[in-house]
Structures are given as structure tokens and as C-alpha cells.
């Protein structure tokens, strides 16, 4: 099964709004990391958080780490119909070289 | 952008046949890692490698083989395709994912008819 799930699996918001979605995984990690995918394309990185980190900041993303919910969360503030895309995260599993991914969430900002 | 190519690009291919997905590295990352997406799945870990020769099964490895012989290359193989393998194919190298980012190909779209 999937290490990670993610919800809501899909989201529509206007330009301005935040957006925020949410992963819980089962397993003991060595980090979370989130990533983005365009229509189409490769996986981009967007931001990782270690498993003794709670909270992590790179330009309009905001995310959180609860271990003892084994969740986090993703924050995208003031969004852009540029932000459109699916976005999914992904557990470094603990003393395992494997990336796991969640079922990801798709994202519409509409202008 | 990381210097990670996937060919073929796209492919379609016959019910039976083997079909081998070439994921090629110029970054010298130790790790290789093949995924399968699907709608409703995301991501699913196919296979990975940890170093030449080194290789290990992920989540959905039935019907896949892999290899690698070089750094710069791993490869993926269906034996014989069959339609459930119909998919989009992405490769990943890694520095190492339990401290760092994974950078992806552009993806190969796999069509068995």
C-alpha cells in the first residue's frame, strides 16, 4: 500500500487564496518531501523537512511535520493560476534508501 | 535542470513482447530509482539501485526487471508486456533520499495494445 495518502485528492480555489493540503503516512521517516508535477512533465522538488523538524518556510510554501500524527502539510499562501498543478509527497522511510510517494492532490487556482 | 534522460519517450507495443526503458544519468548520483504512475495510484516504486550491480525491489515489482551495469545507466525491462503495464514511467536519481531531493525524467509513456 501507498505510504503516504493525501487529502483532499483534488481542490479548486480562486488567485489570492491559500491553499492547503494535507499527507499522513504510517511508517518511521527520515524526512518528508513535497513535490510538484505538471500536466504531463517530470516531478519537481519543492521543499524537504526532516523528522526532527516541525516547520519549514521557502518563499510562499509553508510546511509542517506532526510525527506522533505521522502527517503533514502543505501551505501554499496567496496562490497563482501558475500554482495549478499536482502536488504530492513523499516519506524517506526510515534505514531504507526507498522515496515513497502518496496518491497526491490536484490543484486548480483559477485567475 | 539535473542531467536525467529517459528513452524512448514514447512508446507503444505488442501484448507478449519485452520492452526495455532506458533511464540515463550525467550527475553521478549513486541512486536510480523507477516508478510507475497511474491515475488514482500517484507513484508507485517499481525498482530502485543503490550503486552498479546493486538493485533492490519496491512496492510494485511483479513483471519488471532491472539492471545496471554502468553509474550513468539503469535500465527497466518488462519481459513480457502485458496491458496492466500500460503506464507513464518516470525515472529518479538521488544523491541520497535520506538527506536530499530526488530529480526526475521527463517520463515515458508506455502503451501495450
Known amino acids: 500500500s501507498q505510504q503516504g495518502e493525501e487529502d483532499p485528492q483534488a481542490l479548486s480555489i480562486q488567485e489570492g487564496e491559500n491553499a492547503t493540503m494535507n499527507c499522513s503516512y504510517k511508517?518511521?521517516?527520515?524526512?518528508l518531501q513535497w513535490y510538484r508535477q505538471n500536466s504531463g512533465r517530470g516531478l519537481v522538488h519543492l521543499i524537504l523537512?526532516?523528522?526532527?523538524?516541525r516547520e519549514k518556510h521557502s518563499g510562499r510554501l509553508r510546511v509542517t511535520l506532526d510525527t506522533s500524527k505521522k502527517s503533514s502539510s502543505l501551505l501554499i499562501t496567496a496562490s497563482r493560476a501558475a500554482d495549478t498543478a499536482s502536488y504530492f509527497c513523499?516519506?524517506?522511510?526510515?534505514?531504507?534508501?526507498?522515496?515513497?510517494f502518496g496518491t497526491g492532490t490536484r490543484l486548480q487556482v483559477f485567475p | 535542470d539535473a542531467g536525467i534522460t529517459q528513452s524512448p519517450r514514447h512508446k507503444v507495443t505488442e501484448t507478449g513482447t519485452p520492452v526495455t526503458l532506458r533511464c540515463h544519468q550525467t550527475?553521478?548520483?549513486?541512486?536510480m530509482y523507477w516508478y510507475r504512475q497511474d491515475p488514482g495510484h500517484g507513484l508507485r516504486l517499481i525498482h530502485y539501485?543503490?550503486?552498479?550491480?546493486?538493485?533492490d525491489k519496491g512496492e510494485v515489482s511483479d513483471g519488471y526487471s532491472v539492471s545496471r551495469s554502468k553509474t550513468e545507466d539503469f535500465l527497466l525491462t518488462l519481459e513480457s508486456a502485458t496491458s496492466s503495464q500500460t503506464s507513464v514511467y518516470f525515472c529518479?536519481?538521488?544523491?541520497?533520499?535520506?538527506?536530499?531531493?530526488?530529480?526526475f525524467g521527463q517520463g515515458t509513456r508506455l502503451t501495450v495494445v
Open positions: 513523499a516519506t524517506s522511510r526510515y534505514n531504507t534508501d526507498k522515496l515513497i
Open positions: 511508517t518511521s521517516i527520515n524526512n
Open positions: 523537512i526532516r523528522s526532527n523538524e
Open positions: 550527475e553521478n548520483h549513486r541512486y
Open positions: 539501485s543503490y550503486g552498479v550491480k546493486d538493485t
Open positions: 529518479a536519481i538521488s544523491r541520497g533520499v535520506e538527506n536530499t531531493e530526488a530529480f
